[in-house]
């Protein structure tokens, strides 16, 4: 009889992890239903199953470490050495994704919870700051009302899966095997039905919109998801319904940024305006919880020589939290705007004006002239 760690291919310093990895491969290697039955498959499942069963259990592996198979022949039972049931290894190991396959699954011919759906949904700035309701459209699976559900037309029931026997499952033996699968002629339903309902098409469900309303909290942000539990597909045979996700995206802005909490915006500032200081406009948001402003303008001071880049900073006039009172800023940038288009009279004007000027006056051009002139001695050597 071959050695149990060399069946698994695995050093005998093995621990569990990896004895469970080399017979997930192996085992799904040998199965003899992705072998065509072959009985040389069979032969090859039934060694790996049997020395994995020895391994994988602290008690058996420390008697065949020390005995070799005469610690575990005796205590096996008549299945062979450390044999337990297929559908237990394969249940532990490979779990609910290949319990279909060996057996795991459960029988579909109860109620069945209907699916989640997934709905996305754009909406603007303005809704997202003072939140919204919204109307949405959605098509979900509801009860056939011809048929109750049911799934046969009026006048007739499903009868008993003759394969199955109402069981939903097949057991097939192959060699030493058991194998259960869900039955192909009923799709594990226990039922068939031999005259479909005509609206359904036996499903038992049809598929309609729905006119639901969507209430868009405050301060959501692009990505959100909203869950509306109970307005998903219906379950099958009376089963609960799912939910429906909504995922929001907010539509960008032609004149805000926004940046967590905080709202940006770039206001152009006339260049008077920049180096005398005063007063502009600036556009907000406004609806929700906070007051309203008229026409939905602040009034913003710029400082005496306003460079392009300053920001102002107007607290509270930001996104509000979904989670708590907290509330971002609106974050005004400065843009200096250069006239343009000037007649003689004017450029006249500015040209005194600049000439009048000297480096008190030009503070930034001063240091980066500075700078530069360095740059370039360092560059000629001079």
């Known amino acids: 009889m071959r050695d149990y760690y060399e069946i698994l291919g695995v050093p005998r310093s093995s621990d569990e992890a990896a004895l469970k990895s080399a017979f997930r491969k192996l085992a799904m290697e040998h199965h003899p239903d992705r072998n065509g039955g072959s009985e040389e498959a069979s032969a090859r499942f039934k060694e790996i199953n049997e020395a994995y069963s020895v391994l994988s259990d602290p008690k058996k592996r420390a008697a065949y470490d020390q005995f070799g198979h005469a610690g575990v022949n005796g205590a096996q039972g008549g299945g062979g050495p450390g044999f337990t049931d297929i559908n237990d290894i394969f249940s532990e190991v490979f779990g609910s994704a290949f319990g279909d396959m060996f057996g795991g699954g459960q029988r579909r011919s109860g109620p069945a919870r209907g699916q989640d759906l997934r709905y996305d949904l754009e909406i603007t700035l303005e809704q997202a700051y003072a939140g919204s309701e919204v109307e949405i459209t959605a098509a979900t699976a509801m009860t056939c009302e011809a048929c109750e559900g049911v799934g046969a037309k009026p006048g007739t029931s499903p009868t008993t899966c003759p394969t199955c026997g109402g069981a939903g499952r097949v057991r ?9 699968r869900t039955c192909p002629r009923c799709g594990g339903e226990g039922r068939t039905i031999s005259d479909p309902c005509t609206t359904c098409r036996g499903h038992g469900q049809v598929r309609r919109n729905r006119t639901l309303q969507v209430r868009i909290p405050a301060g959501v942000d692009d990505g959100a998801r909203i869950r509306l539990a109970g307005e998903g597909d219906g379950g099958a045979r009376g089963g609960p319904r799912g939910d429906l996700y909504i995922f929001v995206s907010v539509r960008p802005h032609d004149l805000f940024e926004r940046d967590g909490l905080d709202l940006l915006c ?13 007063e502009i406009e600036a556009p907000c948001l406004s609806g929700g919880s906070t007051e309203d402003v008229a026409d939905n303008r602040l009034t913003v001071k710029v400082p005496e020589g306003a460079q392009t880049g300053r920001t102002v900073r107007i607290r509270g006039r930001g996104m509000p939290s979904l989670r708590s009172r907290e509330r971002g800023d609106l974050v005004v940038e400065l843009f200096v705007e250069t006239p343009t288009r000037l007649n003689a009279r004017q450029k006249a004007l500015m040209q005194e004006f600049a000439d009048l000027c000297g480096e008190q006056q030009h503070p930034e051009s001063s240091g980066f002239l500075n700078k530069a002139k360095k740059f370039w001695e360092d560059v000629t050597g001079g």
């Not at 097939?172 to 259960?180: K, L, M, N, P, T």
């Not at 770039?266 to 005063?278: E, R, S, Y």
Request: charged share 5%.
């Open 266 to 278: 770039t206001v152009p500032v006339p260049m008077t305006t920049a180096v005398l200081g005063g």
């Open 172 to 180: 097939a033996s192959q060699g030493f095997f058991a194998i259960e």
